[in-house]
Each structure stands twice: as C-alpha cells, then as structure tokens.
C-alpha cells in the first residue's frame, strides 16, 4: 500500500472535511475564482467526473425510524496533480466541472505548503456560505414558537 507524502492526524482530517464541505457547498464560480487565485497546475483525471443516484433517507420528528426520500444526484470526481498529490470530491447535483475544480483543491490543501493560500482562496466561498447560514438562521428564528406549560395546582 503507497503511503501519503503528507501525514494526516485526527485535526487534519477534521479540517479537510470542512474544507471538503466547504467546496461541495460552493458554487462553481466561487471554486473556478480560488483555483486562478491559486495559478493551480493541471490535474489529471484518475476517474472521469461522474454523475450518478444515491438514496437518500429521513426520519420523521428527528428520531423516529427512517423512511427512503428518494434519490438524489450526486457527481464524484477523483484527479492527481503532477507532484502525485491526490484530489477527491462529492456533491450534490450533476456539475461535472464543479467536481472537479473541489477535487482539485482538495488535492492542493492536502500540501501543508499550499494550504494556508487554499484556505485564503476560499475565504470568499467560506463568507458567502457564513451568511447564507446566518440568514437561515434568522428565518428560522422568525418562524420559532414558545410554549409556556402552566403547572396547574390539586383540585
């Protein structure tokens, strides 16, 4: 088994999951703008991008049993950059090239040279994403209901 050249910790893994999330979020404009930043190399397809179905699943009331939602696009992409690094990504939707711009910069972030430039590239991306949480928030809180139980007293 080929080993990486970039040692991964439990901390390492936790941010490139968010920086993983953070480009399945992104939208392919932000992606294509923090790879031009970057003047990235280009990668080579392991795998082509691929669109594909997968099931996707709920539950009702947050614990109840789960139930099949139904499928859902997903599009994978999987390249290597010309010092071997490797790029993987996931997201929802059919965007091919969108998959293939957050492999590649998947790919980049794993080089702790590279990495504090990925993540500035990205600030962009990590903002617009920040504020869309921060007005979902807010529409959720517009729509918050408190119930006030009263303790009746002994009849």
Not at 66 to 71: K, Q, R, S, V
Not at 92 to 111: E, M, N, S, V, Y
Not at 132 to 155: H, I, K, Y
Request: glycine residues 8%; contains cysteine.
């Amino acid at each position: 088994m080929a080993t990486s050249p970039h040692h991964s910790g439990p901390d390492d893994i936790a941010a490139r999951q968010a920086v993983m999330a953070l480009c399945a979020e992104a939208s392919r404009d932000d992606l294509d703008a923090a790879l031009r930043a970057l003047e990235a190399p280009a990668p080579e397809d392991l795998r082509p991008p691929e669109t594909g179905l997968v099931m996707a699943t709920g539950r009702i009331g947050g614990d109840g049993r789960p139930f099949n939602l139904g499928e859902v696009s997903v599009t994978r992409a999987a390249i290597r950059l010309p010092d071997g690094a490797t790029g993987f990504a996931y997201h929802l939707g059919r965007d091919r090239t969108k998959a293939r711009l957050a492999a590649t910069l998947d790919a980049l972030w794993q080089d702790p040279a590279r990495r504090a430039g990925v993540e500035a590239a990205l600030r962009p991306a990590t903002q617009r994403a920040e504020a869309a949480g921060r007005q979902a928030a807010r529409r959720s809180a517009a729509t918050r209901v408190d119930f006030l139980t009263l303790v009746r007293g002994e009849d």
